[in-house]
């Protein structure tokens, strides 16, 4: 179990590719950090420059651009991309016309200062700005500073048809929603993405229909905060109170979102990230209960399971709800999966608190999770109101408590498993052996079993014989 947020199927910091076009002739060099929306928006970008005559490529040597897509919510993530910098430095004595782009999250929080701080970069993009990126690139070839980290109300890049990167042709993200309105007071991501608003149903569909035309069979429906979808007719989230009464009445949810998507396509299967608990209604749940072709899986992060905890983080429920809102996913999905995000070591976090985690995570039994010692991000509320007063030490030892229990939680998961047959979608290879396929369930564990005559983006029916606490290990049966 990691602490990190990882991508599993799409590659952290590596080169993004795609297929050649012809016509291109000059090269884009990508790199992604972060959570899944990053990941979409390097394919966004990679779309909008495709059409500006630019290839990927998998050589920083070759590239006429190089940009990197950062992540700011945890300082160890911005750290790393500072020493990839230095990286590129090194590749710009070789390569010295090539220019160097940050977008993302550390682009929209530093704006300029990046140009000061980082002599090698040459533009600065925010999420919202990424359209602007041609103009951008005209000004840093005349010589001029090139920064926009404008925050948009209504920019969700619903017409843009995102390129496919590294893609194993069988899995792709769409994004619903961008930004977030919920201010939690530990997180940065509300100043870097902005306010939240909708993508419009049609062209949601509209893509999905693209890919199922290219034979892709999962879609992971994307947000900072999906289920609080809610479309009626463009515009923030936050203005839908003074929307008309047709657009009120005319209005889809993200319910309804995922009822018209699952019963318009239903080879396709659909997954979606994140849910926030205050967010999820019980709709939601009857949608996943209704369809077959939606994954029995949630991502619910909690954060913390101690009430005073939740309150000083600005969450908007409490520990009880939450648990109402688990007995309900059991009682309506039987057999979903629940996985959680928690953050040790918050501000104030007693012993008490971190028990109260513990005991909720026993409660919860959550399949997996995704665990971070509390990391001070700076303009958050927390940062400016509260003292990061859990020592280190402290924050290490709770961290390792809590990811020793989700261990051991998810090996009693995935024995659960052995002697059941479930089925699989294929992937690719497995990491470890080329004669071994890599598939996920409904639930969203990794399968891995021993090839026979099936091909990547089958679904089969798979044997457990075997587990690990995060993998199954099987065999395939006709
Ligand atoms: N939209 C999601 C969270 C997105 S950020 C939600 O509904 O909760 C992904 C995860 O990073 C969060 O769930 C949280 O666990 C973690 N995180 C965010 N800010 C953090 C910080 N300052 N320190 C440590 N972890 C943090
Ligand atoms: Fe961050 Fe809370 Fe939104 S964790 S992304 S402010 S739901």
């Known amino acids: 179990?990691?602490?990190?947020?990882?991508?599993?199927?799409?590659?952290?910091?590596?080169?993004?590719i795609t297929?050649?076009?012809?016509?291109?002739?000059?090269?884009?060099?990508?790199?992604?950090?972060?959570?899944?929306?990053?990941?979409?928006?390097?394919?966004?970008?990679?779309s909008i420059l495709s059409e500006q005559g630019y290839n990927t490529t998998e050589h920083?040597?070759?590239?006429?651009?190089?940009?990197?897509?950062?992540?700011?919510?945890?300082?160890?993530?911005?750290?790393?991309?500072?020493?990839?910098?230095?990286?590129?430095?090194?590749?710009?004595?070789?390569?010295?016309?090539?220019?160097?782009?940050?977008?993302?999250?550390?682009a929209e929080r530093l704006k300029a200062k990046f140009l000061e701080e980082e002599k090698i970069v040459d533009l600065v993009v925010g999420p919202d700005a990424y359209r602007d990126i041609p103009n951008l690139l005209a000004e840093v070839n005349e010589g001029r500073d090139a920064v926009n980290v404008i925050l948009s109300k209504d920019e969700t890049y619903g017409d843009v048809s995102p390129v496919r990167l590294n893609t194993n042709g069988v899995s792709?993200?769409?994004?619903?929603t961008r930004g977030c309105d919920n201010m939690c007071t530990f997180c940065v991501v509300p100043f870097t993405r902005g306010r939240e608003r909708s993508r419009d149903p049609q062209s949601i569909l509209e893509e999905i229909q693209q890919l199922a035309d290219k034979n892709y069979k999962e879609i992971t429906l994307l947000g900072q905060n999906v289920d609080s979808y809610l479309w009626y007719g463009g515009g923030l989230k936050k203005d839908f109170k003074k929307a008309s009464e047709i657009a009120k009445a005319t209005a889809v949810d993200f319910a309804q979102l995922l009822d018209m998507a699952a019963t318009r396509f239903p080879k396709m299967r659909f997954r979606f990230s994140t849910s926030n608990p205050q967010d999820m209604s019980i709709d939601v749940l009857h949608a996943m209960?209704?369809?077959?072709?939606?994954?029995?899986?949630?991502?619910?992060?909690?954060?913390?399971?101690?009430?005073?905890?939740?309150?000083?983080?600005?969450?908007?429920?409490?520990?009880?709800?939450?648990?109402?809102?688990?007995?309900?996913?059991?009682?309506?999905?039987?057999?979903?999966?629940?996985?959680?995000?928690?953050?040790?070591?918050?501000c104030g976090?007693?012993?008490?608190?971190?028990?109260?985690?513990?005991?909720?995570?026993?409660?919860?039994?959550?399949?997996?999770?995704?665990?971070?010692?509390?990391?001070?991000?700076?303009?958050?509320?927390?940062?400016?109101?509260?003292?990061?007063?859990?020592?280190?030490?402290?924050?290490?030892r709770r961290l390792s408590e809590v990811?020793?229990?989700?261990?051991a939680l998810s090996l009693e998961k995935t024995q659960a498993f052995i002697g059941q047959k479930v089925e699989v979608l294929i992937e690719g290879n497995s990491k470890k052996s080329d004669q071994h396929w890599m598939g996920r369930n409904t639930q969203n564990y990794a399968v891995v079993f021993p090839k026979t005559d099936e091909q990547v983006g089958d679904f089969v029916m798979v044997e457990i014989e075997d587990c690990t606490s995060a993998t199954l290990i099987g065999k395939a049966v006709k």
């Open 1 to 16: 179990m990691s602490t990190e947020k990882v991508i599993d199927a799409k590659k952290q910091g590596n080169a993004l």
């Open 172 to 176: 792709a993200f769409v994004s619903i």
């Open 403 to 407: 990811i020793n229990l989700q261990r």
């Open 349 to 396: 976090e007693t012993e008490e608190d971190h028990q109260d985690t513990l005991s909720l995570m026993e409660y919860v039994k959550y399949d997996y999770g995704f665990m971070f010692a509390y990391s001070e991000r700076p303009g958050t509320l927390a940062e400016k109101k509260l003292e990061d007063d859990v020592p280190n030490d402290v924050k290490k």
């Open 289 to 346: 209960a209704k369809h077959e072709n939606i994954c029995k899986y949630i991502h619910l992060p909690i954060q913390s399971g101690s009430d005073n905890m939740l309150k000083i983080m600005n969450r908007q429920h409490t520990r009880k709800e939450y648990m109402e809102l688990i007995d309900n996913v059991r009682e309506i999905i039987p057999g979903c999966a629940i996985s959680q995000d928690m953050i040790v070591g918050f």
């Open 19 to 46: 297929e050649h076009k012809e016509e291109n002739n000059k090269k884009l060099y990508i790199e992604n950090y972060g959570c899944q929306m990053n990941f979409n928006d390097s394919e966004i970008v990679a």
């Open 60 to 106: 920083m040597e070759d590239a006429d651009l190089v940009l990197v897509n950062t992540c700011s919510i945890r300082e160890k993530a911005e750290l790393t991309v500072r020493k990839r910098l230095e990286k590129f430095n090194a590749v710009k004595k070789i390569n010295p016309t090539m220019k160097v782009g940050v977008l993302g999250c550390m």
